[in-house]
């Protein structure tokens, strides 16, 4: 009996999830809550920004109105976002609100105290930055001192609490000849990777590119990196990366057609100052209680390879290969699956 509770509880759940990803009327919002953070990452200028912190009124009232205007992926970010002392409270009312929350963090202020709150708020997914495998190569990207230490402490603190957690790696000059180790190395905790692409971004808030030797990757370097990236992934690892979206960017760099972006219309980035842009990249900011989400004008583009607004777009550019991505290649959503299942036949 309880085989068969747990069956049909699962298989409902897992089709919750999956079609919070794919279905075609919901919207995405990448929502930057404070820009505050603790690392001075080389591939990011956010942290050089005046400090700002999103308060948790403001915070609500962002998500009441992405809340009526059909919004259902909610990912937030900074700076980093545990920095926020509201940040648990925002997941909360989100949760309320039904949102699909995950959030990025550089892991460097995950304890057992942090990781309990993790699991209150209800929180979907954590994705953990870990650049490298090497401790002075990490503290050289990052900017903190013994941060490999802190890092793969907080994986292991994450997983003992059974918390979606999966490592987020940005690709960057001082990496990019090591992706195989890195992998390697990832792939001894029970976690996916997925992996960030170099840019620059200077015309919205989202200040990415801080060192610009270190994003500035010529175009047959960065593609054998994907290359190999898709070949680590066919061998069995544990990239989160959808090989489509690995292609694309490929097409991207050969300057051949591919999916377009749906930044603007199905994407939105909203900063610390509740200012909303089409994407993270460009766009005039326009006030939270101004933007009209359901008039957007904005064009569809083929400009950058962000993966933040890329990877999710060509999954809405077509419904049945996402369900067949997704299936296939997001391990994590199973374990998702099995822990709000546990929670639902408690």
Known sequence: MLNNKLLKCGESVFREIISN???FD???CFFAINNVCNSRCETCSIWKEKPKIVGLEDAKKV???????NFKILQLTGGEPLINPDFFEIVKYAKKLNFFVFAPTNGTLINEKVANKLKESRIDQISVSLHHYKPKIFEKISGHKNILKKVTNAIKILEKKKLPVSVLCTISKSNINDIEDIVEFIDKFDVTVSFCMPVTIKDTSFHLGNNGESVIIGKDEMKNALLRIIKLKKQGYNIINSLEYLRD????LDKENRYDCFGGTKLFYIDWN????????????????????NNSNYKECNKCMIQCFREPSTLLSNQIEASKIFIKEFPFLLLMCMERVK???K
């Open 21 to 23: 990803f794919i279905d």
């Open 26 to 28: 919901k919207k995405w």
């Open 63 to 69: 998500l009441n109105k992405l809340y009526e205007n």
């Open 249 to 252: 960017t490929i097409r991207y």
């Open 274 to 293: 509740l200012n909303v842009y089409p994407c993270m990249c460009k766009g005039k900011p326009v006030n939270i209680d101004k933007y009209n989400f």
């Open 343 to 345: 929670t639902l036949l």
